[in-house]
């Protein structure tokens, strides 16, 4: 019966020490994976802010006054930089280009250099900045525009080719996109009225530097490390914190420890006091001690001598007498 007691209870320690332990693995695996995925949330918003959309393209629609009334207007096109967000990330450097699609004919040809403007302005039509550059067809010797277009000649008859050229203007190099407001507007005129377009396309490019650069350039390995560091972080300032409750906690039972040894040592403590120290007695206790023991004083009659009358005055004493240091002869 005590042995089968026993097996019992050796199971139930092994069972409990079995649950301790799987319940901490459980925990290990939970709070481990719960830093992986707040890690990776971490680096999901920091790519988010630091990281804006690279490339962006938006047709641009020109418009004129066909009629030349009282003189040709100049093409021009006003359009937002936005389309529910801003296309300009505050704190970038941008390129800002207008690809030019035109035809190879003679009036493009006649025209030559023509200019391109393009102004910014944020909220409120506040002016940020504007450039102006110029832009032509490339030229081509007549003998080689006969031989392009003999060699095209079947692909230009089937309409799978045109003639025409793509001009690329630069405006902005880097154009650097202001915190606040930032640009929301944009105004752009071809200084030519006599210019034939097919069809015009803004490209804005993000000028990435630094660790954006980095971080858009190879994506897959520096999620790896962003991740790893956010992750080795984590895990450090949890170990540090607890470090610090472990030391508070063994410092608060150290001291309850010697707070009950304190309790406990008082009583001896209090006796050891009182037999070092000597015993004094009060100044009372050792007056009485001191002074005369009288049974009685003899009251003699009024007509005695003196020498009589001393001598009846004189107390009786049966303690300890301490005898005055002036007597009169007599009395001595």
């Known amino acids: 019966m005590g042995l089968f007691a026993m097996l019992i209870r050796f199971y139930g320690a092994i069972v409990e020490a079995t649950k301790e332990v799987f319940i901490r693995i459980l925990m290990g695996v939970l709070i481990f994976l719960g830093y992986v ?8 918003i920091m790519r988010r802010i630091l990281v804006p959309q690279k490339l962006h393209v938006k047709p641009v629609h020109f418009y004129f006054d066909p009629e030349c009334n009282p003189k040709c207007s100049f093409p021009r096109s006003d359009f937002a930089l936005y389309g529910g967000n801003k296309l300009l990330s505050s704190g970038h450097y941008y390129t800002i280009a207008l690809d030019l699609v035109l035809p190879e004919n ?20 506040k002016y940020l900045d504007s450039s102006a550059r110029p832009a032509m067809l490339r030229y081509k010797s007549t003998i080689l525009h006969t031989a392009s277009t003999l060699f095209y000649l079947i692909p230009l008859l089937f309409d799978f080719t045109e003639e ?17 407001d930032g640009t929301v507007l944009a105004s752009m005129f071809i200084l030519n009225p006599r210019i034939h377009l097919y069809s015009t396309i803004l490209t804005i490019d993000a000028n990435f530097s630094g660790f954006t650069y980095y971080l858009y350039q190879w994506p897959m390995a520096m999620t790896v490390i962003v991740v790893v560091s ?5 895990c450090t300032c949890t170990v540090i914190m607890w470090l610090r409750d472990v030391h508070r906690d063994y410092d608060m039972r150290r001291r309850q420890v010697q707070r009950r040894q304190q309790v406990a040592q008082a009583p001896a403590v209090v006796a050891a006091q009182a037999q070092a120290q000597p015993q004094v007695r009060p100044r009372a206790v050792l007056a009485q ?4 023991i009288v049974t009685g004083i003899h009251q003699p009659p009024e007509d005695h001598d003196r020498v009589g009358f001393s001598q009846a005055q004189a107390p009786i004493v049966t303690g300890i007498h301490q005898p005055p240091e002036d007597h009169d002869r007599v009395g001595f």
Do not use: C, R, W
């Open 289 to 292: 001690a001191q002074a005369p």
């Open 164 to 180: 025409k050229q793509h001009v690329s203007v630069v405006l902005f190099e880097s154009y650097y996109e202001p915190y606040g």
């Open 230 to 234: 956010i992750f080795v972080t984590l």
């Open 106 to 125: 003679q009036v493009n040809e006649d025209v030559g250099v023509f200019m391109v403007n393009l102004t910014l302005y944020s909220t409120n039509h």
């Open 37 to 44: 995925l707040l890690s990776l949330f971490i680096y999901a």
